[in-house]
Nanobody, 116 residues
Framework: QVQLVESGGGLVQAGGSLRLSCEAS????????MGWFRQTPGQRRELVAI????????KYGDSVSGRFTISRDNTKNTIDLQMTNLKPEDTAVYYC?????????WGQGTQVTVSS
């Protein structure tokens, strides 16, 4: 099993920055991607960013491309999401997730609120 714990959410002014962190523990040998998703009430979870565990390749959702950066530390089993130039529409619950081969593992989520 895999456990994921997010941290770093909070309230920030538009144009500001936040860094989210996710610590993974458990049996990680089968994980091929890790990533961040976000969700607002009534909406399906949206891809924010993913990173390949093997190659380090990254992919970003169109709405955050150029503003957010995902990184992974394979020795610490952590992924971070550096968010800059935050906008009110970035307000959501942000979830860390792991793919093996679908997305069976999810953190509890961390709230990000961006005020105008």
């Amino acid at each position: 099993q895999v456990q994921l714990v997010e941290s770093g959410g909070g309230l920030v002014q538009a144009g500001g920055s936040l860094r989210l962190s996710c610590e993974a523990s458990g049996s990680l040998h089968g994980i091929n991607y890790m990533g961040w998703f976000r969700q607002t009430p009534g909406q399906r979870r949206e891809l924010v960013a993913i990173v390949s565990s093997n190659t380090g390749h990254t992919k970003y959702g169109d709405s955050v491309s150029g503003r957010f950066t995902i990184s992974r530390d394979n020795t610490k089993n952590t992924i971070d999401l550096q968010m800059t130039n935050l906008k009110p529409e970035d307000t959501a619950v942000y979830y860390c997730a792991a793919k093996d081969p679908d997305w069976p593992y999810w953190g509890q989520g961390t709230q990000v609120t961006v005020s105008s």
